[in-house]
């Protein structure tokens, strides 16, 4: 059957001057049409084409070009199918497809017609975009490293204290059901949530026996000085204001700022109760390790007065599950 048998030739001059490649099959997938531009596109002249098989069809994916082809001929018309296809030369290339049935005089489905873009270039750019970001975030992921262990290098007793806070921070946000931007954005701020301890002297942080008032106090200014230090880095989350916030208390007893209830960033939250549990059950130079039970007991004891309740219980919820912070 040809193109004018099935009335195409009132169209022919338009087909012919599109800036698209055009062509069309018959149901066993012989070429009936085959436009200028899919001369250009492809390689092949009409001549090479008209009457055999499409020839772009690359070698082992007869079987998806059938199913699709299937689909057509079934009175399915789809757009901006992306594929790999083949040129004369051999070589491959990506296109975005459209395609619908193709009538003949009666209405009946004798073939389907493609309308085809090179897609090429905007994919070789998304592929470099790609490796772009992967790269950034490589580069970031190092830098949140070399934060997380300035700190460890001046405070040895809490050396690991940051990342296990994190894995359970980002573990309780999964138990509550966030997105995993707002979870990588809970795990990063808490990766470095003790940055303000760069601003405390070291013998200090490392001091056995109980503290002192005036040392409590300078420990205190932590959150703050961490908030000065992030403050100045563009992140995707608010990581400085989640840092500052992370000993404040829904009661309003926490410090900096005494913030209370949900003037406290539901990530701040999240981190609260994740740092208070692993700092109860983890040595201090100042006391031995209590272990888990008593952490677990406190944020019980104070759940919805100075912990989120729901915070609170996803944690509870992950240690039943069997969670450790190790």
Request: aromatic share 6%; net charge negative; with cysteine.
């Amino acid at each position: 059957m040809t193109a004018e048998q099935i009335g195409l030739h009132p169209l022919w001059s338009l087909v012919q001057g599109s800036p698209l490649a055009i062509f069309a099959v018959d149901r066993q997938a012989s070429v009936l049409v085959w436009n200028q531009a899919a001369e250009r596109l492809f390689g092949w002249n009409e001549q090479e084409v008209i009457g055999h098989k499409n020839p772009i069809v690359p070698e082992g994916q007869g079987e998806e070009f059938r199913q699709l082809r299937d689909r057509a001929l079934a009175g399915e018309i789809y757009t901006g199918k992306e594929l790999r296809v083949r040129k004369k030369d051999c070589s491959l290339i990506d296109i975005s497809v459209s395609t619908a049935p193709l009538r003949d005089k009666s209405g009946v489905i004798v073939g389907l017609m493609a309308v085809v873009a090179d897609v090429s270039e905007r994919k070789r750019m998304e592929e470099a975009l790609r490796e772009s970001l992967q790269k950034s975030r490589r580069l970031f992921d190092e830098m949140i490293h070399a934060l997380a262990s300035a700190v460890e290098k001046r405070d040895p007793y809490t050396a690991g204290h940051q990342q296990r806070v994190a894995r359970l921070a980002s573990a309780i946000a999964g138990e509550m059901g966030l997105s995993v931007e707002q979870i990588n954005g809970i795990h990063t701020a808490a990766s470095v949530h003790d940055i303000g301890k760069l601003s405390v002297p070291a013998e200090i942080l490392s001091k056995p026996g109980q503290l002192s008032a005036i040392e409590m106090d300078l420990i205190k200014t932590h959150s703050q000085a961490g908030y000065e230090i992030l403050a100045g880095i563009e992140f995707p989350w608010p990581i400085a204001r989640i840092v500052q916030q992370h000993h404040e208390r829904r009661d309003g007893t926490g410090y900096p700022s005494g913030l209370a209830d949900d003037a406290i960033l539901l990530e701040a939250r999240i981190l609260t109760v994740a740092d208070v549990v692993e700092a109860m059950s983890s040595y201090r130079p100042y006391r031995p390790a209590n272990g888990i039970t008593p952490a677990l007991e406190e944020i019980k004891e104070y759940r919805g007065r100075r912990y989120d309740p729901e915070v609170v219980d996803a944690c509870l919820v992950l240690f039943n599950k069997g969670f450790t912070l190790e």
